[in-house]
């Protein structure tokens, strides 16, 4: 079975950065998708980020773009990284990391989720 852990998350005053982790292990997802989504206090999760697992490929959030980016470590250890810049106060929300086979950004299509970590960006 997959496991995905999330790391990184914390407070952090708006305009300041936090890098996310997502250490994945358990399987091979050399076919997949990994994602970034993100739930606010009351609100759905939406998609934040996605790359593929070789690493070629990568897609941003309309509301992150510029601020966020993705990347994949492929170098012994399988770790998805979301660097945050310019964090505002609506980015405060529990962060998951996903894996997916299909491409589509539905989290209802997502097979496997981490735990979460919470970021809370202060104003």
């Known amino acids: 079975q997959g496991q995905l852990v999330e790391s990184g998350g914390g407070f952090v005053q708006a305009g300041g950065s936090l890098r996310l982790s997502c250490a994945a292990s358990g399987r091979t997802f050399s076919n997949y998708y990994m994602r970034w989504f993100r739930q606010a206090p009351g609100k759905e999760r939406d998609f934040v980020a996605a790359?593929?697992?070789?690493?070629?490929?990568?897609?941003l959030a309309n509301s992150v773009k510029g601020r966020f980016t993705i990347s994949k470590y492929n170098a012994n250890k399988n770790i998805i990284y979301l660097q945050m810049n310019s964090l505002k106060p609506e980015d405060t929300a529990v962060y998951y990391c996903?894996?997916?086979?299909?491409?589509?950004?539905?989290?209802?299509?997502?097979?496997?989720w981490g735990k979460g970590t919470l970021v809370t960006v202060s104003s």
């Open positions: 996903t894996a997916s086979a299909a491409t589509s950004t539905d989290a209802r299509r997502m097979d496997y």
């Open positions: 790359v593929s697992w070789s690493g070629s490929f990568t897609n």
